[in-house]
């Protein structure tokens, strides 16, 4: 070889080592990110390998055209915004076990009230993530300092690499999308119908994903078509307004005070850890009420706030948007508002700041009349990892003496804090006494102590309106809003445990103990719908004239407006999607899919259906609730079709305003 040639290819080495180098790296970022987080593929590491190769190749591939140091201002902007990706979609995945979505990014402002539990889950394996940053770093140090001489590209060079950087392009995302078509017969379900996200991201990336998901919500319209609308009419048309429940009235004129738990798990019901029990109030509380044991919570990406919204409207949260935020201005028939219309006074007490979650503009619309907040209440003692987190003890405490001023009727939704993530007390509130060693982690552990308090706060505040007589006339509701995100079902009822093991031993020492019948408050969770363990929080009803006993029908947060407005006498509107759970003969609790808002599961008191990852109906699993075993998936076709209609409807009702049309 002469030395012309020599140059020649030095020169070409020259220009591509660091670009070439970067995009390697973003591939093996993706491998490892998917391998950490428990998703990692063998079937699809080729696929991946292929189109991370190919987007880190049109990320870092412009490179080649920035002349001197251009080149390295490019690459360090790219790098350090692949890496934000990676970072935040790692530790939101380790958090929530989902992914963070494009339409997040407006919700970002709400970041500091978990900004302690991502302290948690940092971990040395983040620093892969940072190392394409470091390189870019010293490329351009020993650029400077060594004074490197540029390489020019003539133009026709340039034309060949533009030519083969499209052609790497294109033969890498039709590797991917011939593989869809070949498994699926359709390349669209990659991009416009995604249902399992840890498969996606096997296949594509999450850098892949964030951006598609970024595309489609910038492109999508959110207001809806005239078939949409054609569609709403013909469903509302032919559904038909259950009748008047055989208790209808029979809590009239009661004062209605609800306390939604932040976090509160039906798996700490009932149970106790060494001989104690972790919710004793609330153990005491769902033998004296009605207590719902296969409740679980309807939330999408707003968590707290999408169960606000279910429980107070009766409709779906959004798969992809927070309604608080993304429509606050829509008028809703909420359950505050009807109550207005029938007398009550209505308000909403909570120790947070107003705008959290957007409150200060939605309150209003949903009927409620005054809202207390963070700067109502006086902190005696910080209870959280700031000196302005007020304890769950204080706000109950002090929410009290505002109830005792409340003229009646009145509505009071009280909202609970101090069992939020990530679950730091002070060392003289945590007082449940647990092994050293155990087969929780420490954010488990955590967890128990939290709800342990907050159960103790609930217990002195249904003291304190017997007290004050508030309790005889008053309905009294409580209901976890969402699951804890620790996989505590698990750990407190682990499975397939080796006896003699290590594992086994440590579980042993954590001595868990039942009190009460787990067939029925487990039997859906653990055994029929796992997938559902973490979304099982209880809901309790108290002091109504309806007979104390534990109820097993499925329901969801869905199901709280009309139970509570029969109760109450007075009539909920066409427009709720969820039923009065002491009257329905058809109970039934449908779980909708996050990302690609498709039906997750459906839970009724004789079948049960579960998606497969495809989302595809007939792929799924049809089984009975009584023998738990399978059966014909025509068996579910007629529930998953109505159902389907239900979650459509409700969303066009969201996205297009329309119930101030529908309730004329």
């Given at each position: ?7 020649k ?5 020259k ?9 390697v790296l973003?591939?093996i ?8 987080l428990?998703f990692?593929?063998?079937d ?7 189109v991370?190769?190919?987007?880190g190749v ?9 002349r001197?140091?251009?080149k ?22 380790r ?9 997040a990014l407006r ?6 009230s978990?900004m302690g539990?991502?302290k ?17 770093l010293?490329?351009y140090?020993?650029y400077?300092k ?12 340039k ?6 950087m499209?052609?790497?392009?294109f ?11 070949k ?9 416009t119908k ?6 996606l ?5 999450i ?6 998901d970024?595309l489609?919500y910038?492109l999508r319209?959110?207001?809806v078509?005239?078939?949409d609308?054609?569609?709403?009419e ?11 429940g ?5 809590d009239?004129?009661?004062?209605l005070i ?5 976090s509160?798990?039906n798996s700490v019901?009932?149970?106790k850890v060494n ?20 409740y679980y ?6 968590n707290t706030a999408?169960?606000e919204?279910?429980?107070m ?10 309604v ?8 809703y028939?909420?359950?505050?508002k009807l109550l207005?219309d029938n007398?009550?006074?209505?308000y ?5 700041v ?10 209003p619309g949903l009927?409620?009349?005054k ?5 109502d209440y006086?902190?005696?003692?910080s ?6 987190d007020?304890g769950d003890?204080?706000f ?10 409340f003229?009646q009727?009145?509505m009071a939704?009280?909202?609970t804090?101090?069992?939020?993530t ?9 007082t449940l006494k647990?092994a ?7 954010i ?6 939290s709800?342990h308090?907050?159960d103790?706060a ?15 006339n008053s309905?009294?509701?409580i209901?976890?809003?969402?699951g804890?995100?620790?996989n505590?079902s698990?750990?407190?009822?682990p499975?397939?445990?080796i ?5 086994y031993?440590?579980?042993k020492n954590?001595?868990?103990e039942f009190?009460?019948n787990?067939?029925?408050s487990?039997r859906?969770?653990?055994k ?8 099982h929080?209880p809901?309790?009803?108290?002091n109504s ?21 029969n109760l ?8 709720i999607?969820?039923q009065d759970?002491?009257n ?12 690609s ?10 079948v049960?259906?579960?998606a497969?990852e495809?989302?595809?109906f007939?792929n799924?699993?049809?089984k ?6 399978d059966?014909p998936?025509t068996?579910?076709q ?7 209609n239900n979650?459509k409807?409700s969303?066009?009702i969201?996205r297009?305003n329309l119930?101030?049309?529908l309730?004329?």
């Amino acid at each position: 070889m002469d030395l012309k040639n020599s140059n020649k290819i030095f020169k070409y080495v020259k220009i591509i080592f660091l670009p070439l180098l970067l995009v390697v790296l973003f591939v093996i970022q993706n491998q490892a990110f998917n391998y950490w987080l428990g998703f990692y593929s063998k079937d699809y590491f080729i696929r991946l390998l292929f189109v991370t190769f190919v987007l880190g190749v049109f990320f870092y591939g412009p490179s080649l055209f920035f002349r001197k140091k251009y080149k390295y201002w490019y690459l360090l902007l790219v790098s350090f915004l692949i890496s934000l990706i990676f970072i935040a979609q790692f530790l939101y995945f380790r958090y929530s076990q989902s992914f963070l979505q494009f339409s997040a990014l407006r919700y970002s402002h709400q970041a500091d009230s978990v900004m302690g539990t991502v302290k948690t889950l940092i971990t040395p394996e983040l620093y892969i993530f940072i190392i394409n940053i470091a390189i870019v770093l010293i490329a351009y140090i020993l650029y400077i300092k060594q004074k490197i001489t540029d390489f020019f590209l003539s133009n026709w060079e340039k034309t060949v690499i533009i030519l083969t950087m499209l052609a790497i392009v294109f033969l890498g995302y039709n590797y991917l999308l011939s593989k869809e078509k070949k498994e699926w017969g359709d390349i669209s379900r990659l991009y416009t119908k995604v249902y399992d996200l840890k498969v996606l991201a096997s296949k594509m990336g999450i850098v892949n994903f964030f951006l598609e998901d970024g595309l489609k919500y910038t492109l999508r319209s959110n207001l809806v078509s005239k078939k949409d609308k054609q569609f709403l009419e013909y469903f509302l048309k032919n559904r038909v307004q259950p009748p008047l429940g055989e208790h209808f009235g029979i809590d009239k004129g009661k004062n209605l005070i609800i306390i939604e738990v932040e976090s509160l798990e039906n798996s700490v019901i009932n149970q106790k850890v060494n001989g104690q029990e972790i919710t004793p109030n609330l153990n005491k509380l769902a033998k004296e009420g009605l207590y719902f044991d296969n409740y679980y919570s309807q939330v999408g990406p707003g968590n707290t706030a999408d169960a606000e919204f279910s429980t107070m409207n009766s409709l779906y949260p959004l798969a992809n948007d927070v309604v608080f935020t993304s429509y606050p201005k829509n008028i809703y028939k909420a359950l505050p508002k009807l109550l207005v219309d029938n007398g009550y006074k209505t308000y909403s007490l909570h120790g947070d700041v107003p705008t959290f979650w957007n409150r200060s503009n939605v309150y209003p619309g949903l009927g409620y009349q005054k809202t207390y907040n963070l700067s109502d209440y006086e902190i005696t003692k910080s209870v959280g990892e700031g000196p302005s987190d007020l304890g769950d003890e204080d706000f109950f405490y002090q929410s009290i003496i505002k109830l005792e001023e409340f003229p009646q009727p009145f509505m009071a939704m009280l909202i609970t804090m101090s069992s939020h993530t990530p679950f730091i007390l002070p060392a003289d509130l945590q007082t449940l006494k647990i092994a050293e060693r155990t087969n929780l982690t420490w954010i488990q552990w955590e967890y128990l102590q939290s709800i342990h308090y907050v159960d103790q706060a609930i217990g002195q505040f249904i003291n304190g309106l017997k007290q004050n007589g508030l309790y005889d006339n008053s309905l009294i509701l409580i209901w976890g809003d969402h699951g804890s995100f620790m996989n505590m079902s698990s750990a407190l009822y682990p499975e397939n445990i080796i006896k003699g093991t290590e594992e086994y031993q440590l579980y042993k020492n954590l001595d868990v103990e039942f009190i009460g019948n787990p067939s029925t408050s487990l039997r859906t969770s653990n055994k029929i719908l796992p997938e559902l363990s973490n979304d099982h929080v209880p809901m309790i009803i108290l002091n109504s004239n309806v007979e104390s006993r534990t109820v097993n029908e499925p329901a969801s947060h869905l199901d709280v407006y009309p139970t509570v407005a029969n109760l109450l006498g007075v009539v909920a509107p066409k427009s709720i999607f969820g039923q009065d759970l002491l009257n329905t003969k058809n109970p039934i609790e449908t779980h909708f899919k996050l990302i690609s808002g498709g039906i997750d599961a459906i839970l009724t008191k004789d079948v049960s259906y579960q998606a497969d990852e495809s989302g595809i109906f007939q792929n799924g699993f049809c089984k009975s609730i009584i023998s738990q075993k399978d059966l014909p998936i025509t068996e579910c076709q007629k529930i998953y079709t109505e159902q389907l209609n239900n979650l459509k409807a409700s969303r066009i009702i969201i996205r297009g305003n329309l119930l101030p049309e529908l309730l004329k």
